[in-house]
């Protein structure tokens, strides 16, 4: 559910797509491996919410726009929301790999396994996250 959320930042979504998910998982309970049961939920809610996006993009048009220099609000800046701000507009394959390490504390393996990709891209998709978080807390500190 934290995973769903903190993808998402709804909670109402998140709810209904791990309730989907979990549906799933009885649907499928003879097919999935008592072992493996974690990574397949981590995995259909992975799959279920990058769907999700790809439908609400068609049905809506999203606009983002930039904040021109110096219209910040000074709530703005508290920490959690700087964050929560940053990691939304990164991909959603890096937001997934790092939700999955830093907030779930799972293996590189681990989330190989969850969203079908190797150790190493897993490694690579977690640094470039990490460096795109780095340019914009570096720009968004700028404008402090």
């Not at 999935?32 to 439908?55: D, P, R």
């Not at 890096?94 to 293996?107: A, P, T």
């Not at 969850?114 to 914009?136: E, H, N």
Request: aromatic share 10%; with cysteine; charged share 30%.
């Amino acid at each position: 559910m934290r995973f769903s959320v903190n993808f998402l930042r709804n909670e109402e979504e998140a709810k209904d797509i791990v309730q989907d998910v979990f549906e799933k998982l009885w649907m499928n309970r003879e097919k999935v491996e008592l072992g493996k049961i974690k990574a397949w939920l981590f995995t259909c809610a992975n799959h279920a919410m990058l769907n999700y996006i790809q439908k609400k993009n068609r049905s809506c048009e999203f606009n983002m726009t930039l904040h021109e220099k110096g219209s910040y609000d000074q709530t703005y800046y508290e920490s959690k929301q700087v964050i929560q701000h940053v990691v939304s507009i990164l991909p959603p394959l890096q937001k997934s790999i790092l939700l999955l390490r830093d907030l779930e504390g799972y293996s590189y393996d681990e989330i190989g396994e969850i969203l079908d990709i190797s150790a190493s891209q897993v490694k690579v998709y977690l640094f470039r996250a990490r460096m795109k978080m780095k340019k914009q807390l570096t720009q968004l500190n700028e404008l402090a």
